[in-house]
């Protein structure tokens, strides 16, 4: 006579965070695509001749030490992003203060 065992099930790892992009993926999907899309198009477009606007490409290498370390100083005018996105912000600031 044969006898059936049964495999015991591993129990599914109960992790928010998955479960949570698992139910987000299918709203994810549409907008990354139309991203996509956007860039190729762009960097279509900036390979014609004449193209005065530069590519995604172009703008990322020139701007990779701005985005991937924020907050270098080298004195002057080159800075990171962050203290960049700062200066800003103060002028906002000021100009707001300035009207009250």
């Known amino acids: 006579m044969t006898t059936v065992q049964r495999r ?8 928010s ?13 549409p907008p990354a695509i139309a991203i ?3 860039l190729v198009v762009w960097q279509l477009f ?14 990322i290498q020139d701007t990779w030490i701005l985005i991937f370390w924020p907050f270098y100083d080298r ?20 100009s707001y203060l300035g009207r009250i």
């Open 75 to 94: 004195g002057g005018i080159d800075k990171g992003l962050f203290w960049q996105i700062l200066a800003s912000l103060q002028r906002v600031a000021i």
């Open 36 to 38: 996509a899309i956007f």
């Open 17 to 29: 965070f998955v479960s949570h992009l698992q139910k987000q993926l299918p709203e994810l999907i």
């Open 46 to 59: 900036s390979w014609t001749p004449g193209a005065t606007l530069p590519g995604p490409i172009k703008v």
């Open 8 to 15: 015991s099930v591993i129990p599914a790892v109960n992790n």
